[in-house]
């Protein structure tokens, strides 16, 4: 039988399990991954062992009670994805719980996922690492020359390729938004269904632990604008509701909190590079000062922007509110519109996985309403909406306000964190696919 030699962590001495006595010798970095796999005999988890970062050794995977005790050494890229895969869906196959209702759909997805639980502290430099891995298979994609007999075949092998990464970056985005929840020590809530009552809900975490001071005073407008005056929402009075009323609330939620990160961003910017636009009030004063002071030889002021003085010290007045009303309409839908088809993809996936499949609700709410025949006034068609819900002829849901609060938080926190994913990964490896500009209609023009 021969000898097995076992690695330990990235600059410890490694050593002969089957010759304690044999010479002390030490391995040099190869490749990446992070701690060692270690199967244990008779258990079926997978459990992660390791430092904060990244192994690079040319030995880190043992597998204990497998078939016999062997190292696995200097493993191709090929053959170290398909042991990673066994070890994740073995992992992902008897995990009751979840932290996030959407599950995901690709071995990259399951190894994320089962580092958020087991070593958070080791998230960043792990998607770092599937980010490159990620990056370095889209260099790598190369295609036949054309009017070669294979450049079909390559460009289907292409096609599939590009589905599966493009399904692994957003399993990948979509656990980097659930480490950032984990975070601020928040869980994200499970598929809603039937009556839900959420308790202990953090709601500071969901407000100053994701948003700035300034965005606070636009989130707290969006609540009362979707759950109306600020007592009510505080109560526990159980309200009944259609799951797709529900889905579209939390949808538009997300892309509020999606255009309110895009446009605190620039707002910041702006203020600390001096160009942010004078309030009203402060411009109406400027205005005033050069009419008093007419005839003077004074400095030639730009009545909208900040002086010198005012951009090195004391920080204009204007306030986030009041820079996003300027906002043009071209502007506004410009911030507004999710950048990456992946990001439009995560946000349709996580509300489908919270609510149910939304074409399917949106069939079945169609379905109840044309039982009556066409509405005559939006009135009407209001009350029969009320009447499905209340024959529950529709999917329905049964919150209290404050559960409704939690909801509308949730999505919108959801929303600002898939832009900060979304800036890190196309600032840093550029792999997210454009989404399509959707255009106006012939009469917006």
């Given at each position: 039988?021969?000898?097995?030699?076992?690695?330990?962590?990235?600059?410890?001495?490694?050593?002969?399990?089957?010759?304690?006595?044999?010479?002390?010798?030490?391995?040099?970095?190869?490749?990446?991954?992070?701690?060692?796999?270690?199967w244990?005999?008779?258990?079926?988890?997978?459990?992660?062992?390791?430092?904060?970062?990244?192994?690079?050794?040319?030995?880190?995977?043992?597998?204990?009670?497998?078939?016999?005790e062997?190292?696995?050494?200097?493993?191709?890229?090929a053959?170290?994805?398909k042991?990673?895969?066994?070890?994740?869906?073995?992992?992902?196959?008897?995990?009751?719980?979840?932290?996030?209702?959407?599950?995901?759909?690709?071995?990259?997805?399951?190894?994320?996922?089962?580092?958020?639980?087991?070593?958070?502290?080791?998230?960043?430099?792990?998607?770092?690492?599937q980010?490159e891995?990620l990056?370095e298979?889209?260099?790598?994609?190369?295609?036949?020359?054309?009017?070669?007999?294979?450049?079909?075949?390559?460009?289907?092998?292409?096609?599939?390729?590009?589905a599966q990464?493009?399904?692994?970056?957003e399993?990948?985005?979509?656990?980097?938004?659930?480490?950032k929840?984990?975070?601020?020590?928040?869980?994200?809530?499970?598929?809603?269904?039937g009556?839900?009552?959420i308790?202990?809900?953090?709601?500071?975490?969901?407000?100053e632990?994701?948003?700035?001071?300034?965005a606070?005073?636009?989130v707290?407008?969006?609540?009362?604008?979707?759950?109306?005056?600020?007592?009510?929402?505080?109560?526990?009075?159980?309200?009944?509701?259609?799951?797709?009323?529900?889905?579209?609330?939390y949808?538009?939620?997300?892309?509020?909190?999606?255009?309110?990160r895009?446009?605190?961003?620039?707002?910041?910017?702006?203020?600390?590079?001096?160009?942010?636009?004078?309030?009203?009030?402060d411009?109406l004063?400027?205005?005033?000062?050069?009419?008093?002071?007419a005839?003077?030889?004074?400095?030639v002021?730009?009545?909208?922007?900040?002086?010198?003085?005012?951009?090195?010290?004391?920080m204009?007045s204007?306030?986030l509110?009041?820079?996003?009303?300027?906002?043009?309409?071209?502007?506004?839908?410009?911030?507004?519109?999710?950048?990456?088809?992946?990001?439009v993809?995560?946000?349709?996936?996580?509300?489908?996985?919270?609510?149910?499949?939304?074409?399917?609700l949106?069939t079945?709410?169609?379905?109840?309403?044309?039982?009556?025949?066409?509405?005559?006034?939006?009135q009407?068609?209001?009350?029969r909406?009320?009447?499905?819900?209340?024959?529950?002829?529709?999917?329905?849901?049964?919150?209290?306000?404050?559960?409704?609060?939690?909801?509308?938080?949730?999505?919108?926190?959801?929303?600002?964190?898939?832009?900060?994913?979304?800036?890190?990964?196309?600032?840093?490896?550029?792999?997210?696919?454009?989404?399509?500009?959707?255009?106006?209609?012939?009469?917006?023009?």
């Amino acid at each position: 039988m021969s000898s097995v030699s076992t690695f330990a962590l990235p600059g410890v001495t490694a050593h002969n399990k089957r010759d304690p006595s044999a010479p002390q010798s030490r391995y040099r970095p190869s490749w990446p991954l992070k701690g060692y796999l270690e199967w244990k005999r008779g258990r079926k988890d997978v459990r992660c062992l390791g430092r904060e970062g990244f192994m690079r050794g040319a030995v880190d995977f043992r597998a204990v009670g497998m078939g016999g005790e062997g190292t696995v050494s200097r493993k191709s890229v090929a053959e170290r994805r398909k042991l990673r895969e066994r070890c994740v869906r073995t992992y992902a196959k008897d995990k009751d719980n979840s932290l996030a209702p959407l599950k995901p759909e690709s071995p990259t997805g399951e190894f994320l996922n089962y580092i958020i639980e087991s070593e958070p502290q080791l998230f960043a430099s792990a998607m770092d690492k599937q980010l490159e891995q990620l990056s370095e298979e889209k260099d790598n994609d190369a295609s036949p020359a054309e009017g070669t007999a294979e450049m079909v075949l390559y460009q289907r092998i292409n096609e599939v390729k590009v589905a599966q990464r493009k399904r692994a970056l957003e399993d990948l985005m979509y656990a980097s938004i659930l480490h950032k929840f984990v975070n601020i020590g928040v869980d994200l809530l499970p598929s809603l269904d039937g009556v839900s009552h959420i308790e202990n809900a953090n709601y500071k975490a969901l407000t100053e632990g994701v948003h700035s001071v300034e965005a606070l005073e636009l989130v707290k407008q969006h609540l009362s604008t979707m759950l109306g005056d600020a007592p009510a929402a505080y109560s526990n009075v159980m309200i009944k509701i259609s799951k797709l009323q529900a889905a579209q609330v939390y949808a538009a939620s997300v892309m509020f909190g999606y255009f309110l990160r895009r446009a605190d961003k620039r707002f910041q910017l702006e203020r600390a590079l001096g160009t942010l636009p004078k309030s009203p009030e402060d411009t109406l004063k400027s205005l005033e000062a050069m009419f008093n002071s007419a005839g003077e030889e004074t400095e030639v002021i730009n009545p909208d922007y900040p002086s010198v003085d005012e951009a090195a010290g004391g920080m204009p007045s204007l306030s986030l509110k009041q820079y996003v009303e300027a906002f043009s309409q071209e502007t506004l839908a410009e911030t507004a519109r999710i950048v990456s088809s992946e990001g439009v993809t995560l946000v349709e996936r996580h509300t489908g996985a919270l609510f149910g499949s939304i074409d399917g609700l949106q069939t079945e709410m169609q379905a109840a309403l044309e039982e009556e025949g066409p509405a005559e006034n939006p009135q009407q068609l209001m009350e029969r909406i009320q009447h499905a819900v209340m024959d529950d002829k529709v999917a329905t849901l049964t919150l209290t306000y404050s559960t409704q609060r939690r909801i509308i938080l949730e999505a919108v926190a959801f929303g600002s964190f898939l832009r900060d994913v979304e800036t890190h990964v196309d600032t840093e490896y550029a792999l997210l696919t454009p989404a399509p500009t959707m255009k106006p209609p012939p009469m917006l023009q």
